[in-house]
């Protein structure tokens, strides 16, 4: 029997979101541990394993809070920036668009309830697919693991 909980640091499962054979996000199917006293370990980050072969190192953590019931962070994609979204509170959509070929998709997704935690899904977004991510509830809390900090200049505008 073994000690160690790095098993638990690394995806359950990864599957492809695509659009004609386009790769619009990925789904990232978490491995948490059922912890001693009524909790969930859900380890967001070990620099010994990687979540995606693409996405090798976190370098920038942020959290989106929004205060509004269909608050948006509008139509933007990014040519540097690579991001997986992890939702903790309300549910949302997430419309997604591949700048190049126009394929897209809109995926509903919600924080997981505290009965649900072993289900918990983040989101990964590759590089060149713009994203509108939109609150459904009042409150509501996305936070970003990024491959690098964020830049004004790799928020670029798309439009529809």
Request: hydrophobic share 40%; glycine share 2%.
């Amino acid at each position: 029997m073994t000690k160690s909980l790095d098993l638990h640091s690394q995806a359950k499962k990864v599957e492809n979101i695509e659009q004609d054979g386009i790769l619009l996000a990925k789904k990232i199917y978490l491995n948490p541990r059922d912890s001693k006293k009524g909790r969930y370990f859900i380890p967001t980050y070990d620099d010994r394993y990687s979540l995606l072969e693409e996405f090798w190192k976190i370098r920038f953590v942020y959290n989106s809070v929004f205060f509004e019931e269909n608050n948006a962070s509008w139509w933007h994609y990014h040519k540097v920036k690579k991001e997986i979204l992890i939702p903790l509170a309300g549910e949302f959509e997430i419309h997604l668009i591949d700048v190049e070929t126009k394929k897209s998709i809109v995926l509903n997704i919600s924080a997981p309830k505290w009965e649900e935690w072993e289900n918990v899904i983040w989101i990964y977004i590759p590089l060149w697919v713009s994203h509108k991510v939109i609150s459904k509830n009042k409150w509501w809390v996305l936070q970003v693991l990024a491959s690098t900090p964020s830049d004004l200049s790799d928020e670029i505008d798309f439009e529809m």
